[in-house]
């Protein structure tokens, strides 16, 4: 989808803050109420804009492990391994990779003992040849990206 400039600001601006008015949101992109509310129906359209989220410190909720779980999947079963990977609600994203691993698993724990649980269990599932966890000592960035 090729934006205009406008957008760009709209979408910029909600990246910023999800929660303020499209009468905010109007006067910050710097075009009318009318086009802000078209604009937001259009992008809900085209999947641009998929919900309103909130940025959590999970540390402040005793999430005290944030870790990466690389997973070699064998005979191309990817999206096998996924589908069991993708409802745990310690798992925050999913991603196909290239190179030693076939599989990324972001994830969040509140201790070793449910972070090994779930690496026994994923150990086992059909078609997970290894996984290698690195546990992610520090964030240093985490946003979403403005458009330029």
């Known amino acids: 989808m090729n934006l205009t400039e406008s957008e760009k600001r709209i979408i910029n601006s909600l990246i910023r803050n999800s929660r303020q008015s499209y009468r905010e949101l109007a006067k910050e992109s710097k075009v009318s109420l009318a086009t802000?509310?078209?604009k937001i129906k259009l992008f809900r359209k085209e999947g641009v804009i998929n919900g309103h989220t909130t940025l959590i410190d999970y540390d402040?909720?005793?999430?005290?492990l944030h870790v990466m779980i690389n997973i070699r999947v064998s005979q191309g079963k990817e999206v096998v391994v996924e589908k069991k990977l993708f409802n745990n609600p310690n798992?925050?994203?999913?991603?196909?990779t290239t190179g030693e691993f076939d599989?990324?698993?972001?994830?969040r724990f509140k201790n070793r003992k449910v972070l090994d649980n779930y690496l026994k269990t994923i150990q086992v599932y059909?078609?997970?040849e290894r996984t290698q966890t690195n546990l992610i000592l520090n964030t240093i960035k985490e946003k979403p990206i403005e458009l330029s």
């Open 36 to 38: 802000i509310a078209n």
């Open 60 to 64: 402040k909720l005793d999430y005290d």
């Open 103 to 107: 599989v990324l698993v972001i994830a």
């Open 126 to 128: 059909e078609f997970v």
């Open 91 to 96: 798992v925050t994203a999913i991603y196909d």
